[in-house]
């Protein structure tokens, strides 16, 4: 491992004499490319650095114990010593992390996809309230959010919607949220005063560039068809909703939010390619073996993954059996806590799994 970091180091050094050289940086995608893995391997370097600057002061506090010291300075060094061996430990677990191969797509912006499920008009008013949570989240993070789709259930909620959410590392905070939520609560229309459970899906797919997949726009069946629901007079009164049909696959995507016929187009097939794309990562992930999936890993769409019960407050992930008793902030987007946990617990399976190899 430590042959590899300084490797690491060497490479963060002459990246750095590269990106100051005036002839590569006239190559803006050269220099631009090469800040980018300058930046990646800035943690490593300086947590390598941190333990080695830690090893040799523990080395320097056994050579000064070796020397004729007053009490009260030796019991300094003493001191000093032992915190930096209390150290060592926990900083080889932080390079260890950081050397773990990361996941391709956590640069990538997301096509989030929520659907209300079993429960009728409560599911929908839930699946306004979880896109509103993201929304929330997302201006808590600097994020920009795109609305793509949405299909209204009348009462004020969502049947579907989906939106793009855009920004640094958006998938490798969201990808864990994909699965099945559920929701507790006692619906407004109930006049008996008795809890409901309802469910909606979430599905958090990474951004698909052209490179990622081809599309071939011959597998492709456009059709456009006059947009209904809410919206302005052009919306209603022209044939500028469209739906991308992708005939190998049977995949649907239909998108009328826009006013213009071209936007809806895009905006379609940005969301075809990302379902494709989702659905040759999840062929790869299901041809892993069973000890190497993680116990977060990205979800399974059928997977119940949290319950929001509005009696007792509370919020319950029950993939790490993490409970919360703030309901009311986490729906306002305040969902770090839980993300950094998912995280956290998804490294250190990982590391495991690496380490046992």
């Not at 919206?231 to 209603?236: A, D, I, K, S, T």
Request: with cysteine; aromatic share 6%; proline share 3%.
């Amino acid at each position: 491992m430590f042959d590899q970091l300084d490797d690491l180091v060497q490479k963060f050094e002459d990246i750095g004499e590269m990106i100051s050289d005036p002839m590569v940086i006239a190559d803006q995608e050269r220099w631009q490319k090469l800040m980018k893995e300058h930046s990646d391997l800035r943690p490593i370097v300086e947590k390598y650095i941190e333990y080695k600057d830690t090893l040799a002061a523990i080395d320097d506090a056994l050579m000064m114990l070796e020397e004729k010291l007053d009490d009260d300075f030796r019991e300094l060094v003493k001191e000093e010593l032992n915190e930096n061996k209390k150290r060592v430990e926990p900083l080889e677990n932080e390079i260890k992390l950081l050397l773990l191969p990361k996941d391709p797509n956590d640069e990538k912006n997301v096509i989030v996809e929520i659907r209300g499920g079993a429960g009728g008009d409560e599911a929908a008013l839930f699946a306004a309230d979880l896109y509103r949570m993201y929304n929330r989240y997302a201006e808590r993070c600097k994020w920009k959010t795109e609305l793509m789709e949405v299909n209204e259930s009348g009462i004020g909620g969502f049947k579907e919607v989906i939106f793009m959410i855009k920004g640094q590392g958006v998938y490798s905070k969201l990808k864990y949220e994909s699965g099945v939520h559920r929701v507790q609560r006692i619906p407004s229309t109930e006049s008996g005063g008795r809890i409901h459970t309802s469910t909606v899906t979430v599905a958090v797919l990474p951004e698909a560039e052209e490179v990622d997949v081809e599309l071939n726009m011959n597998d492709v069946r456009i059709d456009v068809f006059r947009a209904s629901g809410n919206g302005g007079q052009c919306v209603n009164t022209t044939d500028s909703a469209v739906r991308a049909t992708h005939i190998p696959t049977g995949l649907v995507v239909s998108c009328q939010d826009e006013k213009s016929q071209l936007k809806n187009k895009e905006k379609a097939l940005k969301v075809l390619r990302a379902r494709l794309y989702d659905m040759e990562q999840a062929k790869q992930h299901a041809e892993m073996a069973a000890e190497k999936k993680s116990q977060v890993g990205t979800g399974d769409r059928s997977e119940r993954i949290r319950t929001y019960n509005f009696p007792q407050g509370r919020v319950t992930d029950h993939r790490i059996g993490l409970t919360l008793h703030r309901l009311d902030s986490i729906l306002d987007g305040d969902i770090e806590e839980i993300i950094s946990t998912l995280t956290t617990v998804d490294q250190t399976e990982k590391l495991k799994l690496v380490t046992n190899e």
